[in-house]
């Protein structure tokens, strides 16, 4: 929602068989999107088609940045969601469309880099982050009801739905992170009292 994901946008999913890709892919079909996305196996990146992902990309043999602008012919995408940071950065500013947006929501690869800023200005890009756990409780609210009027209807008519891995009980909170931690997962690792 923050990043205006339009109907006939690009859309570059890093991540594409995490919890937030997998609905990220979901959300971005449902709204018109050609979606990309990252993922390092052959296996994660065919889940990623079958939920709807255009152009899978293993990040692990191929240079992301060449590849969309390849499938974009030449001109970049219009918007990127990116759980890496900073050691994606630069990559992902030179893999934006003119007035594209990089919405960063988390620091795998790191929080500290330099960038080349003649790469913002020419293209007008927009760098964004988020987090929801510093927000406060009436901003929270706004973003359950944005949710709740712009993704909850694609969920309530099956469009939309949640990928879930595996299920924990609390007491086994360390099992379930040493599997997320190990990246070998497809979707959400969820904790249950």
């Given at each position: 929602m923050m990043s205006r994901l339009s109907a006939g946008e690009t859309f570059l999913v890093h991540g594409g068989s995490s919890g937030i890709g997998t609905f990220a892919i979901q959300i971005a079909k449902n709204k018109g999107a050609t979606v990309l996305v990252t993922a390092g196996s052959e296996e994660k990146l065919a889940f990623c088609k079958k939920l709807g992902a255009d152009v899978c990309i293993n990040?692990?043999?191929?240079d992301f940045v060449a590849?969309?602008?390849?499938e974009t012919g030449g001109k970049g995408v219009d918007?990127?969601?990116?759980?890496i940071g900073a050691s994606y950065l630069q990559r992902n500013l030179d893999s934006l469309n003119f007035d594209g947006r990089l919405f960063i929501i988390g620091f795998q690869g790191g929080a500290v880099t330099e960038i080349k800023l003649?790469?913002?200005?020419?293209?007008?890009?927009?760098?964004?982050?988020a987090a929801l756990r510093p927000r406060s409780t009436e901003n929270k609210a706004m973003v359950v009801s944005e949710v709740e009027k712009n993704v909850w209807p694609a969920?309530?008519?099956?469009?939309?739905?949640?990928?879930?891995?595996?299920?924990?009980?609390?007491?086994?909170?360390?099992?379930?992170?040493?599997?997320?931690?190990?990246?070998?997962?497809?979707?959400?690792?969820?904790?249950?009292?």
């Open positions: 990040y692990k043999r191929e590849r969309a602008k390849e918007v990127i969601l990116d759980c003649n790469t913002l200005l020419p293209k007008r890009l927009t760098v964004q982050g969920v309530a008519a099956g469009k939309v739905k949640p990928i879930i891995y595996k299920s924990f009980p609390l007491s086994e909170a360390g099992e379930a992170h040493r599997l997320m931690e190990s990246s070998e997962h497809i979707g959400k690792i969820l904790l249950v009292p």
